[in-house]
């Protein structure tokens, strides 16, 4: 009987294993999270279940350590993650990547796919971002009158710079009016052109919370606005559609009112530097000035001197000219003889003799050189000649033997490929001789 060799645990529970990870690489699940246990190690473990069925999860804590918000029992979550088998216990279980409140996902699929097309279509172009005010005249604000975002802003404002106006265009920030309110707001801010700049946001808050700034119709308010933007949404972690839509994206309310207003401290401060230093520039200047004019002074000469200077200069530089015109000339004639000199040996005449002398010898050495050519070639021949006599069947016929074929003309080499009766023919050195086979003797 053939006895099978079993298993053993371990190696079943590996196999099964490298099963699992093999068909299920990575799987979305969503359930309500159960049995959520946090242990010193930093890592979770619990169950997602549904009305039917669980499966048990892990998630380390290089991964639950980006979560912003720690789940609770009775949550109902979507988690992300690899199928596996924990090999001691023999436990299906999940080892989770990420986790998100259910609903989540579906969102910031939304977002992705207008971020992408947007991003497509340009609106994200650096190139169409308009620049914003060094100081404005006024500040516009998008957002609800009753929120934190107000708040901050004017906090700040009156901080840094109280003297810039700042007009309020109120409006929902959260809910399904939120998209309708604000688009109205950046119309009237732009039909009203009272402000330089536009700040469009509100405080902090969930995905869900914030989702009218990633609205396609607000989106293409921002960029259709001839109003320089800010966009102001949320905390610094959150980031929304208009945040690439604007011409500049600021990480809270107090951040931009922060960006587009000047510090008045500061620019007392630079004011007063500025003046000081324009003081000591200005001392500076008129002492190289006063040194300048005493130098001056000094330098200043009688022109009845400079004349008679100039004058005696002119005589060093008369007989200079002439000198120089002498020596010019002597080396100019002396140039002269030896291209007459070098001339006289390149004459064509003397060179046309040289090349018929040069040319007569080169035809003497190609008349030797073929003629021993000739005679190399004309003993190779010979030589040949004779190799090939001595080789030639012809030759082998000349002392005495025959070469037979058959009536096809194959030639014969063994008796036994003839048999009694067979008409052969003979080849000699002179002539053929045709014959009939009487007898065949094998050896």
């Known amino acids: 009987m053939l006895v099978t060799r079993a298993l053993s645990v371990t190696e079943l529970n590996h196999q099964a294993r490298h099963l699992l990870e093999a068909s299920f690489l990575q799987v979305w699940v969503e359930g309500e999270l159960s049995s959520l246990s946090r242990p010193s190690s930093g890592h979770w473990y619990f169950s997602l279940k549904d009305s039917r069925c669980q499966v048990r999860c892990a998630m380390f804590r290089s991964f639950n350590q980006r979560v912003r918000e720690t789940p609770r029992e009775g949550d109902q979550v979507r988690i992300r993650g690899k199928v596996t088998l924990y090999e001691n216990r023999g436990d299906f279980q999940i080892i989770v990547e990420q986790i998100e409140p259910a609903g989540t996902g579906a969102l910031q699929q939304a977002f992705e796919a207008l971020k992408a097309r947007l991003q ?9 971002k308009k620049p914003l005010p060094t100081l404005p005249r006024r500040i516009g604000v998008v957002t609800s009158p009753t929120g934190a975002a107000i708040h901050d802003i004017l906090t700040v404002l009156a901080r840094r710079c109280p003297s810039i106006p700042v007009t309020l265009y109120p409006t929902a920030v959260q809910g399904k009016a939120a998209t309708a309110d604000i688009i109205r707001a950046i119309k009237a801010a732009n039909t009203h052109a009272e402000a330089d700049v536009l700040i469009i946001g509100r405080g902090g808050g969930s995905l869900e919370d914030l989702w009218c700034f990633n609205e ?6 921002i960029a259709a606005s001839a109003l320089p933007t800010i966009s ?41 530097e500025s003046e000081l230093r324009l003081a000591g520039a200005t001392r500076r200047a008129l002492t190289r000035i006063e040194t300048s004019l005493r130098h001056l002074s000094a330098r200043l000469r009688d022109p009845r001197r400079e004349l008679l200077d100039k004058a005696q200069r002119m005589d060093e530089l008369d007989l200079r000219l002439g000198k120089a015109i002498g020596q010019t000339l002597e080396r100019s004639d002396m140039r002269a003889s030896h291209l007459t000199r070098r001339l006289s040996l390149q004459s064509p005449v003397r060179r046309l003799a040289d090349s018929r002398d040069h040319l007569d010898s080169l035809n003497q050495r190609l008349g030797a050189s073929v003629d021993q050519r000739i005679d190399r070639q004309n003993s190779r021949l010979e030589h040949l000649a004779q190799t090939l006599h001595v080789v030639s069947p012809l030759a082998t016929l000349g002392r005495g033997y025959a070469i037979v074929q058959d009536d096809r003309g194959s030639i014969i080499r063994s008796a036994a490929d003839l048999k009694t009766g067979d008409r052969v023919t003979a080849r000699v050195a002179r002539g053929r001789l045709e014959a009939r086979v009487t007898a065949v003797h094998s050896e």
Not at 120 to 128: C, I, M, S, T, W
Not at 216 to 221: K, N
Not at 245 to 256: F, G
Request: glycine residues 4%; negative net charge; hydrophobic residues 45%.
């Open 120 to 128: 497509q279509e340009g609106l994200f172009d650096v190139a169409r």
């Open 216 to 221: 396609e119709a607000v989106a293409r308010a």
């Open 232 to 272: 102001a949404v949320g905390h610094e972690v959150d980031v929304t559609i208009a945040d690439f839509v604007a011409d500049l994206r600021a990480p809270t309310p107090s951040a931009a009112a922060e960006k587009i207003s000047p510090d008045q401290d500061a620019w007392s401060k630079q004011l007063r």
